[in-house]
């Protein structure tokens, strides 16, 4: 067995030494997030400022075309609230005549997306295209912690950096030219709540935010996920005993 | 009545059934009376789970496609609307997209089961054929379920393996604008991905039920490697090996169920997330986790038609492995050398593994040059000499009296021995 463990061991070895000589990561910051882990849940109160963050900053450029304001109940808004934030947007619709008109949104529409089109979005973005937040968390490495990493890491570029027109550095972008202009700064929203709006607090409440609407199932699947393993668990348990009785006569 | 099977069943409903169409004979006869030998452990529980695996993967996969639309402009969004909308869809899709990775997992436990104890053999070589046949549909059928939720993992992991054929020489053009559709991959490609995704489940299922066949007809091997000689060495299937089974079952299921419910995107790559965008290459195009020891074995060659051949050559000689261990001891517990060398290849593949997942640059090429060779030497030079060089140990006597006499036995089981009877 010698030969055979030292043959495991050393790819094992090699395999966790051999990026050292390869890549240059970028760390993130890792965050505690209230939805981390097998019981997390969403902070209601942060997510609901971090949508008001969405609102007010993000929105005007990035959409969320997957999420519906009936969504909006996973971070304990009222029907109530969600009727007023749909009513609040005007969706492009037809009258009866067929022409172009607008009514307003209701709870089961999808979220108003600021540009009609790529092209439009592109347009007023220097030709850069902001991506649709849908599912922004697990379409990025690192998901929450990059998030807010990215919203906090802007800074003056180092000195030997050419930086292209139009281009922010940020510390945690790969290649650290981003075409968005740091988004949020102190003091940018009134948090309802009194919360005070640093860069940091509103970095962590959007991040909640978008998280969970990546995942809005998310509290439903940990739960029942620690239901069917203690379960599961159990049937294993009770299964192994019966084993050994129906073999017990044969060993 | 001439013809007419006599049955031995009491209940007059299933006599009746059974005269005139034995299904309840042969199932009897097949899964519950089924002489199996009495010392397997816990590695022969995985044919029975990748058998549970493949009928999760239908059953999702059914209930998905009704949701699921094949259009380039729809795909995506159809898939997050499964994750939404759908009743509990996002649990059908988590289910059978690490479902696809636990069938892999499984399959691949249970090839080294076959390794480790030599159940390639004589007179297994055509079962061990057709679980080759098995892993090709299953790799064919999750690369196109892969390109179904139209990411950008989805796009260009389909682009850079359909142009993989343009390699072969003269017609290799012509082939891969045969199977896109079109001159990209395109609405036509998804299409027909979406249409093989769902055929070749049912061809596996076809193919699974030959490869049960064939083993009905061999018997199985087990850990010592030996025949059993009697039914002092069996025991009827129901109920020894329904109960142990059903105790792997359950911890494969715990597992599979910390994946969907906890972490169930840990196993994906997150750029597919994102829509799939032909005009945007990902930083670095990586298959799903199960292929990326082809893949690293694909990359580690300089030639196109090089790397292509190498990477259907692994799977190749994997169908003539039969033929190339030329030792007639089937378990690796009485080959003292092989019993090393089966983990070194375990390693070389791992190692090829982690080579697939980076991109191909400074250590990760060589790495992947000294695996990829390994890889071949194990089974073309090492194995058809080991045979005749190792010297095994003494083989038991029969499967329910393992402890060998000393001075007795079949001993020895020198270089030259014939291989083992079947008797
Ligand atoms: C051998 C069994 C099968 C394997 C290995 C397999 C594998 C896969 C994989 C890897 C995906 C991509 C998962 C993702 O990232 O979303 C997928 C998606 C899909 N499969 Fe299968 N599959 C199997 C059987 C089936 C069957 C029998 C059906 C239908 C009858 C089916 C229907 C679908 C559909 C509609 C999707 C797209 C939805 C989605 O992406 O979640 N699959 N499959």
């Given at each position: 067995m010698r030969l055979a463990s030292l043959a495991v061991l050393g790819a094992l070895a090699l395999c966790t030494a051999a990026p050292a000589f390869a890549e240059d990561e970028i760390k993130l910051p890792e965050q505690i997030w209230s939805?981390?882990?097998?019981?997390?849940?969403?902070?209601?109160?942060?997510?609901?400022?971090?949508?008001?963050?969405?609102?007010?900053?993000?929105?005007?450029?990035?959409?969320?075309?997957?999420?519906?304001?009936?969504?909006?109940?996973?971070?304990?808004?009222?029907?109530?609230?969600?009727?007023?934030?749909?009513?609040?947007?005007?969706?492009?619709?037809?009258?009866?005549?067929?022409?172009?008109?607008?009514?307003?949104?209701?709870?089961?529409?999808?979220?108003?997306?600021?540009?009609?089109?790529?092209?439009?979005?592109?347009?007023?973005?220097?030709?850069?295209?902001?991506?649709?937040?849908?599912?922004?968390?697990?379409?990025?490495?690192?998901?929450?912690?990059?998030?807010?990493?990215?919203l906090t890491g802007y800074a003056e570029p180092p000195a030997d950096m050419k930086m292209a027109a139009g281009m922010n550095y940020n510390k945690y972008f790969p290649g650290h030219q981003i075409a968005m202009a740091q988004p949020i700064h102190d003091g940018q929203v009134t948090y309802s709540d009194g919360t005070t709006a640093t860069v940091e607090q509103m970095a962590l409440d959007v991040t909640t935010f978008l998280s969970f609407i990546a995942n809005p199932e998310m509290e439903q699947r940990k739960q029942m996920g620690v239901k069917i393993v203690i379960f599961l668990a159990l049937l294993t348990g009770v299964t192994y005993v019966v084993k050994r009785r129906v073999w017990s006569d044969v060993h | 009545m001439p013809g007419l099977h006599k049955s031995e069943f009491t209940n007059p409903v299933v006599n009746w059934i059974d005269t005139r169409l034995p299904v309840?004979?042969?199932?009897?006869?097949?899964?519950?009376?089924?002489?199996?030998?009495?010392?397997?452990?816990?590695?022969?529980?995985?044919?029975?789970?990748?058998?549970?695996?493949l009928m999760i993967m239908i059953a999702t996969g059914?209930?998905?496609?009704?949701?699921?639309?094949?259009?380039?402009?729809?795909?995506?969004?159809?898939?997050?609307?499964?994750?939404?909308?759908?009743?509990?869809?996002?649990?059908?899709?988590?289910?059978?997209?690490?479902?696809?990775?636990?069938?892999f997992v499984v399959v691949y436990i249970h090839m080294f089961r076959s390794l480790y104890y030599g159940s390639y053999k004589a007179p297994r070589e055509l079962l061990w054929m057709l679980g080759v046949v098995i892993l090709l549909l299953m790799m064919?059928?999750?690369?196109?379920?892969?390109?179904?939720?139209?990411?950008?993992?989805?796009?260009?992991?389909?682009?850079?393996?359909?142009?993989?054929?343009?390699?072969?020489?003269?017609?290799?053009?012509?082939?891969?604008?045969?199977?896109?559709?079109?001159?990209s991959v395109d609405n036509a490609t998804l299409n027909r991905?979406?249409?093989?995704?769902?055929?070749?489940?049912?061809?596996?299922?076809?193919?699974?039920?030959?490869?049960?066949?064939?083993?009905?007809?061999?018997?199985?091997?087990?850990?010592?490697?030996?025949?059993?000689?009697?039914?002092?060495?069996?025991?009827?299937?129901?109920?020894?090996?329904?109960?142990?089974?059903?105790?792997?079952?359950?911890?494969?299921?715990?597992?599979?169920?910390?994946?969907?419910?906890?972490?169930?995107?840990?196993?994906?790559?997150?750029?597919?997330?994102?829509?799939?965008?032909?005009?945007?290459?990902?930083?670095?195009?990586?298959?799903?986790?199960?292929?990326?020891?082809?893949?690293?074995?694909?990359?580690?060659?300089?030639?196109?038609?090089?790397?292509?051949t190498l990477m259907f050559g692994a799977i190749a000689v994997l169908f003539v492995l039969p033929w190339l261990d030329t030792s007639p001891i089937r378990s690796a517990r009485f080959r003292p050398i092989y019993r090393q060398l089966i983990f070194v290849l375990v390693a070389a593949i791992i190692v090829l593994g982690m080579v697939g997942g980076h991109p191909p640059q400074g250590i990760w090429v060589v790495l992947g040059r000294i695996a990829t060779a390994y890889y071949f030497l194990?089974?073309?030079?090492?194995?058809?000499?080991?045979?005749?060089?190792?010297?095994?140990?003494?083989?038991?006597?029969?499967?329910?009296?393992?402890?060998?006499?000393?001075?007795?036995?079949?001993?020895?089981?020198?270089?030259?021995?014939?291989?083992?009877?079947?008797?």
């Open positions: 939805f981390d882990g097998a019981f997390g849940t969403y902070n209601r109160a942060s997510a609901q400022r971090g949508f008001q963050v969405y609102k007010e900053v993000c929105s005007a450029c990035h959409s969320i075309k997957e999420g519906y304001y009936r969504n909006l109940t996973g971070i304990g808004l009222s029907e109530e609230q969600i009727k007023a934030i749909a009513a609040s947007v005007t969706i492009p619709t037809l009258n009866d005549d067929g022409q172009p008109a607008e009514r307003p949104g209701l709870p089961s529409d999808h979220f108003r997306s600021p540009f009609p089109n790529e092209r439009a979005a592109r347009a007023a973005n220097n030709g850069a295209l902001p991506p649709d937040q849908s599912v922004i968390e697990k379409a990025r490495e690192g998901g929450a912690d990059y998030i807010h990493a990215l | 309840f004979t042969m199932l009897t006869k097949e899964y519950a009376v089924f002489p199996t030998p009495r010392n397997f452990n816990y590695f022969w529980n995985f044919g029975a789970l990748a058998m549970i695996n059914i209930f998905l496609a009704m949701n699921y639309t094949p259009n380039t402009l729809m795909a995506f969004d159809s898939v997050e609307r499964i994750m939404r909308d759908v009743n509990y869809g996002w649990l059908l899709r988590y289910v059978h997209a690490n479902g696809a990775s636990m069938f064919a059928t999750a690369f196109m379920g892969y390109v179904l939720p139209w990411g950008q993992m989805s796009y260009w992991g389909a682009t850079v393996i359909t142009n993989l054929f343009s390699a072969i020489p003269l017609v290799g053009d012509s082939i891969v604008t045969f199977l896109w559709g079109g001159f991905f979406f249409s093989l995704h769902y055929l070749l489940p049912f061809v596996i299922t076809g193919v699974v039920f030959l490869h049960i066949v064939a083993l009905h007809i061999t018997g199985s091997n087990n850990p010592l490697g030996i025949d059993p000689k009697g039914p002092q060495d069996t025991l009827p299937f129901h109920p020894y090996y329904t109960i142990k089974d059903s105790v792997g079952i359950g911890v494969y299921l715990i597992v599979f169920a910390v994946l969907v419910f906890f972490a169930p995107n840990f196993l994906g790559h997150v750029d597919n997330y994102v829509p799939a965008n032909p005009l945007v290459t990902p930083a670095d195009v990586v298959p799903e986790w199960y292929f990326l020891p082809f893949y690293a074995i694909l990359r580690s060659v300089p030639s196109k038609l090089g790397g292509v194990h089974f073309l030079v090492i194995l058809p000499l080991l045979g005749k060089l190792e010297r095994p140990l003494p083989l038991p006597e029969s499967i329910s009296s393992p402890v060998i006499r000393k001075g007795g036995g079949p001993l020895p089981y020198g270089a030259a021995a014939a291989p083992m009877e079947k008797n």
